[in-house]
Nanobody, 129 residues
């Protein structure tokens, strides 16, 4: 059974940093790519980044590029989202997701959260002074 569990969210001041974790079970990250999405109140879930299972290549949406970094620890079967220089507009619930057969990050990885069948419960990130 595929399970994803996010952790690491919290309240941080603008300019601060947080590292989110996505612990996977029921499958190995060596064969499944992972996406990060976020959802702010009243908004649709939007893609943040993707890490490919084949070679660890990472992809980011423009608004977080240069500030966020995705990495993985195969031994712990965990993916991380390091978030630096946080802004109030980064406030959202952050989710990690995957899908059967998601070996690489597709060209349209950020297009639609409905493309991914498995999601964690989410972790709240609030950026405020």
């Amino acid at each position: 059974q595929v399970q994803l569990v996010e952790s690491g969210g919290g309240l941080v001041q603008p300019g601060g940093s947080l590292r989110l974790s996505c612990a996977a079970s029921g499958f190995t990250l060596d064969y499944r790519s992972i996406v990060w999405f976020r959802q702010a109140p009243g908004k649709e879930r939007e893609g943040v980044g993707c890490i490919s299972s084949t070679d660890g290549s990472t992809y980011y949406t423009a608004s977080v590029k240069g500030r966020f970094t995705i990495s993985r620890d195969s031994a712990k079967n965990t993916v991380y989202l390091q978030m630096n220089s946080l802004k109030p507009e980064d406030t959202a619930v952050y989710y990690c997701g995957t899908d059967w057969g998601l070996i690489t990050c597709p060209t349209g990885w950020a297009k639609d959260a409905a493309d991914y069948a498995s999601w964690g419960q989410g972790t709240q990130v609030t950026v405020s002074s």
